[in-house]
């Protein structure tokens, strides 16, 4: 079983400014089997939306639901690769 | 890329994809708006949309709609088919003309000439405290026009499909998408207004209501967010027994007077549900379709929800207790439920 991590990336945004996010949206849901680089989620800070894709082929594990709070590094789900 | 049927998307991407699908084939096809180019439209309808074709068919205008509608008409004369974008549609005034009196009667007044392949998209509703003047649905204020056409949706599905319907139609159609069903972050939209969306264009044809939940106690006819509202009272009077069937118009203009009247005959009691005006609106629309067919289907009086006819307040619990919500259908219901037996 190969489990890649999905963070959120460091540095995404200005954390002085604002320290946390929150988790959007979903595209996929809880155990689906999604493409790598397609576009699973997204995040919002203030008004801004960030996209966050699939680093690996596999099935989808959510950790962190829509609406979640989330800062850089935090880790949102996991892919499944096996 | 290959199809991904399990991907969800929120409303607001699955128009954008319906615009972007239509563009990557028909270069004819362009977007004209406020905020619509760099910030991707302020209810996200537009996202992504400058990066893939750029700043020549993605055109963020000045704040004038009188301007732009107006240049929307004579591009779609021309021969393009544009999708302008009226931010809210509180803001009708100063284009009224372009609308009414332009894109709605130019293929008349040209003996059939002219075309007129006009997108008006346009956000609507309420319930998140932004007073009268960017609240509104004014879903008869334009299905009242003979020579525009009007699409509603109430899901991510639909909203794509429609959307591609409304760029191929030849005639101008008033694309209305409620802000609370868009899925954005910083507002709550019901979770099955995110569906799942295939990459692919396809289209849903204009005139056809859904049932979206059949049933055989009573019929609500309805629209946009109150689709949502009046599934949450069905799930609410299943739990006691009654049986609601729910029907989605999906587009005003043309209307589907068809399965409106088929679902009436069969469960005997009509509630419509809008939240637009109460007077002179969808609601008599709908129950005049079925009394004016035969009126003898009906087991009770029909029944309409909407906003009463005042200017949408401000104040949170002002706007609350106006609004048509799931409480007040399910009462309806079960008042007509009560006295048909």
């Known amino acids: ?82 | 890329m290959a199809s991904k049927s399990n991907r969800i998307l929120t409303m607001s991407h699955a128009i954008a994809e319906g615009i972007a699908n239509e563009m990557r084939t028909d270069p004819s096809v362009f977007v004209m708006g406020e905020d619509i180019a760099a910030y991707g439209g302020i209810f996200g309808a537009t996202t992504g949309l400058l990066a893939e074709f750029g700043e020549q068919r993605i055109r963020d205008t000045p704040i004038s709609e009188t301007a732009f509608i107006g240049a929307g008409v004579g591009a779609a004369m021309a021969g393009m088919r544009p999708i302008v974008e009226l931010m809210f549609v509180d803001f009708f005034g100063v284009c009224m003309d372009a609308i009414y009196n332009l894109a709605a009667k130019n293929i008349y007044f040209s003996g059939g000439n002219c075309k007129v392949p006009l997108v008006i998209m346009t956000a609507t509703g309420g319930g998140y405290s932004d007073a009268g003047q960017h609240s509104q649905t004014l879903h008869a204020t334009f299905a009242h026009m003979p020579g525009l056409k009007v699409a509603v949706p109430s899901n991510a599905y639909d909203a794509k499909g429609l959307m591609i319907s409304a760029i191929r139609d030849d005639s101008p159609v008033l694309y209305m998408f409620h802000k609370g069903l868009q899925g954005l972050a910083w507002m709550a939209s019901p979770e099955k207004a995110a569906t799942e969306v295939p990459d692919d264009a396809y289209a849903i044809p204009l005139g056809e209501a859904k049932v979206v939940r059949p049933g055989k106690d009573a019929t609500i006819v309805t629209l946009s967010m109150m689709v949502h509202r009046s599934m949450e009272a069905a799930e609410q009077l299943a739990k006691d027994g009654i049986d609601v069937e729910v029907v989605d118009l999906r587009t005003l203009v043309p209307l589907d007077r068809a399965t409106v009247f088929k679902s009436v005959a069969k469960t005997g009691r009509l509630i419509v549900v809008d939240e637009d005006y109460s007077s002179f609106g969808v609601t008599a629309e709908i129950i005049t379709s079925v009394v004016e067919r035969d009126p003898t289907v009906l087991k009770v009086k029909p029944r309409r929800l909407a906003f009463p006819d005042i200017p949408i307040p401000y104040s949170r619990p002002m706007e609350q207790f106006a609004l048509p919500n799931a409480g007040k259908i399910t009462e309806a219901v079960r008042e007509s439920v009560k006295k048909g037996r």
């Open chain 1, 1 to 82: 079983m190969i489990l890649s991590d999905i963070a959120v990336p460091e540095g995404l945004w200005d954390t002085s400014k604002t320290p946390e996010g929150v988790v959007a949206n979903w595209f996929y849901r809880d155990g689906s089997t999604v493409e790598a680089g397609a576009k699973i989620a997204e995040l919002m800070v203030e008004k801004t939306v960030f996209d966050i894709a699939a680093p690996a082929a596999g099935e989808l594990h959510i950790l962190v639901p829509k609406d979640g709070i989330v800062r850089p590094g935090t880790l949102i789900g996991r892919i499944d690769g096996a």
